[in-house]
């Protein structure tokens, strides 16, 4: 018998639909090394050769006469799931955005294990890429970056080391278990502390709704904007880098985190271009924000994350107002995350995604408030340079997964010596995604501006 689903993990098989995917992805760009034509193909043959590992090598069981667990794979194509492409000549990045928006857009075959790779030459600038896609159910950012970090070596040399999908990362070992009436007395406790956590939230977003203040998070309480139409197939893609250590210097300056700093340029970035677009949004932005339940050495695969819902700038501030708004809302969402337990976060965040899913299913989500305008994460980061078979990676963009009627999410990763923001959209109601992306720099460069001691 297969194992046994977690909850969490379930919420994202349950949640998703043709038209909303819910996979992790990754865009890496490599330098390549001049006098190896061939360094793609070679990379593509040795990612054939290599087995996946669990659950790399599973797929879903949900059928109703037991309970939904994962079963081992029966059939394994290599060409299926590492995929080896060009651009054609004289391709600009533009067009690697649109065809990694072509990639991201449709459902991973269940019927088969839950990723796919595409090693992609011919990038403009002599370099490569290399795009994953693996379902959320399996994988949530940080341990992307996790595998990432370990499918790629600290030095030039030659050689390639397992891919993502195969490598081998350390469990945390489960936690002694307790007496049994400790057992059912905890799950009882966890599971009403999950309920009145769930209940709050839902009370505070209809107050906030009903034109209360509320303070902390606050998830289905923002105004509907054009991030908010119904999720169609189509999507949009942009990338950004922005200098790291100037980032840290600039919110240590403020007394602000890296994290508050990226989601003021955001927040100011989101809102130019809703303006750009002609469809200026009056209000307050409500992002979501996954908040990782990893301890520190956690490999594991699956999803332990749960969230917050952080009210951000208001409309006419500047990005330096916006950034002191932002660190203040984020403080104040996180230390109600830090008062749960582990096991009523995650059932408080699966809650939420259950609610979210029956909303859109029934269509309530088109006269509801929305639980958020726009979801924006942050993964640890890849703190060294790594390489792949030699060469260098320069950029290392997460193309994270749309949530249920949150058309728009922003995603922000620590590489090296960068910021990489990687932006995915609803491509119906969002379009030309990479002026977003420029508006994220314009406001970083006005709040470096503003920032003494450049």
């Known amino acids: 018998m297969g194992k046994k689903i977690p909850l969490m993990d379930l919420m994202w098989l349950l949640a998703e639909t043709q038209a909303n995917p819910i996979h992790v992805c990754g865009l890496m760009l490599f330098e390549k090394p001049k006098g190896r034509p061939q360094i793609v193909r070679e990379i593509v043959a040795a990612y054939r050769e290599a087995q996946p590992s669990p659950p790399f090598d599973c797929v879903p069981d949900l059928e109703v006469t037991h309970a939904p667990r994962w079963r081992e794979a029966s059939d394994y194509n290599p060409r ?53 896609k693996m379902h ?12 990432v970090n370990a ?23 489960p936690r002694p278990p307790k007496a049994l009436i400790k057992q059912v007395l905890g799950v009882s406790s966890t599971a009403t502390s999950q309920y009145l956590a769930l209940l709050g939230s839902l009370r ?12 902390g998070s606050v998830p289905f ?11 169609m197939n189509a ?20 007394g602000a985190t890296l994290n508050d700093v990226a989601m003021a340029l955001i927040d100011e970035g989101v809102h130019r271009y809703l303006e750009e677009m002609g469809q200026p949004f009056g209000h307050h932005l409500m992002a979501m924000c996954p908040v990782s339940l990893r301890e520190e050495g956690d490999g594991s695969a699956g999803t332990k994350v749960s969230a917050v819902f952080v009210r951000l700038g208001a409309p006419e501030s500047s990005v330096l107002e916006r950034l002191a708004q932002v660190s203040a809302s984020m403080s104040a969402a996180k230390d109600e995350v830090r008062n749960m337990s582990k096991e009523t976060a995650l059932g ?40 792949l078979h030699g060469s260098p990676l320069v ?11 949150v058309g728009l999410n922003a995603t922000v990763i620590s590489s090296n010596d960068r910021m990489d923001f990687g932006f995915v959209a609803n491509g119906a109601s969002l379009r030309k995604l990479p002026a977003l992306a420029g508006h994220v720099e314009a406001a970083w460069h006005r709040l470096a501006g503003a920032t003494p001691g450049r």
């Open 80 to 132: 299926y799931h590492v995929q080896h492409i060009a651009l054609p000549g004289g391709a600009r990045y533009e067009d690697l955005l649109h065809l990694v928006g072509d990639l991201h857009e449709t459902m991973l075959d269940r019927n088969r294990p839950l990723f796919r790779i595409w090693l992609i030459d011919h990038v403009p600038g002599r370099r490569f890429a290399l795009f994953f």
């Open 136 to 147: 959320h159910a399996i994988i949530d950012g940080v341990s992307a970056s996790h595998r």
């Open 151 to 173: 499918s790629l070596r600290t030095t030039r040399r030659l050689g390639v080391p397992k891919p993502l999908f195969a490598v081998d990362l350390p469990v945390r070992k």
């Open 204 to 215: 505070k977003g209809l107050w906030n709704w009903m034109g209360g203040k509320t303070e």
């Open 221 to 231: 309480a923002a105004h509907r904007g054009p991030m908010n139409e119904p999720v």
């Open 235 to 254: 999507r949009s893609v942009a990338t950004l880098s922005l200098p790291l250590k100037d980032m840290r210097r600039v919110g240590k300056h403020y």
């Open 348 to 387: 408080y965040a699966a809650g939420l995604m259950g609610i979210a899913g029956l909303t859109a299913v029934t269509h309530v989500d088109r006269v509801a408030p929305p639980s958020a305008n726009l979801v924006i994460s942050n993964i640890p980061g890849l703190e060294r340079q790594l390489y």
């Open 395 to 405: 950029a290392a963009y997460p193309v994270s997964a749309i949530a249920v009627g």
